[in-house]
């Protein structure tokens, strides 16, 4: 006789149950944020966002328990991927700067950031949401900085070293706004030499 083959059902209940948990919490924060870059906050409900996981209603209700707690999760999920990404990119710390300051620019101008947006703009509306974004982008926002400063080699101690950096990525969610409407890519690789320039002139 032949090696039994485990039945498809037997395969998954193998599986740790907290691993099954885990792996459906991430597809939920996954298609939670796609479904807020495609449409918006009036258009992302928990139904929208469950169907398109793969999972039900109640599966979803019983990882976030109301519609803000999805949708705050999910971009601060995928704002640390993104993060963890981009120091993959340079491991090796600081590099050269404009290939630094290309891949930051990136982080303003894909699906995380439209959804990002979104996510505001419903929070300057909604008071239940406004204080867990505004948390949320504050924690966001020192993360990037953070990021910034130690791929940049940036010495914070110099005078205006802070403000620099901080101009930069200001500069960077302007250039992420431009492309929402336009292709605006040609553009912003012009910018994104010139401030490679100015940066490598002012952080030394």
Known sequence: ?????????????RVPKQDRSRATRQRL??????CLAEHGWAGSTV??????AGVSRGAAQHHFRTREDLFTAAVEYVAEERSTALRALFPDGPADRRAVVSALVDLFTGPLFRAALHLWVAASNEDQLRPRVTELEARVGRETHRIAVELLGADESRPGARETVQ????LARGLGLANLLTDDRARRERVVAQWATLLESALG
């Open 167 to 170: 101009g930069f990525l200001d």
């Open 1 to 13: 006789m032949g090696a039994v083959t485990p039945t498809a059902v037997e395969r998954v209940e």
């Open 47 to 52: 139904s929208v966002v469950a169907e398109r």
């Open 29 to 34: 924060l996954e298609a939670a944020v796609a």
